[in-house]
């Protein structure tokens, strides 16, 4: 058991040493975070542009548009 807190940085830290816990941390935290409200930005988009636009197809493009929209504000 290794009495410290930080989960995973912590084990790979004392295991593999502090560059390699240091690089984990870095790429975890950018691809959770980005791929979370990309997702979350899309869905939006979709959903707020049928409301908008009922009678027809939402177009893709346009919710991918509005997801950049929301993210870049």
Do not use: K, N
């Not at 980005?34 to 908008?52: D, E, M, N, P």
């Not at 939402?58 to 950049?68: G, I, Q």
């Amino acid at each position: 058991m290794i009495p410290e807190s930080g989960g995973m940085y912590s084990y790979l830290h004392i295991a593999f040493g502090p560059v390699l816990a240091f690089l984990y941390m870095w790429v975890t935290t950018l691809t959770r975070s980005s791929a979370g409200t990309a997702v979350i930005a899309i869905t939006f988009g979709h959903y707020f542009l049928q409301l908008v636009l009922p009678d027809c197809e939402v177009p893709a493009l346009a919710a991918r548009f509005l997801a950049a929209a929301l993210i870049c504000e």
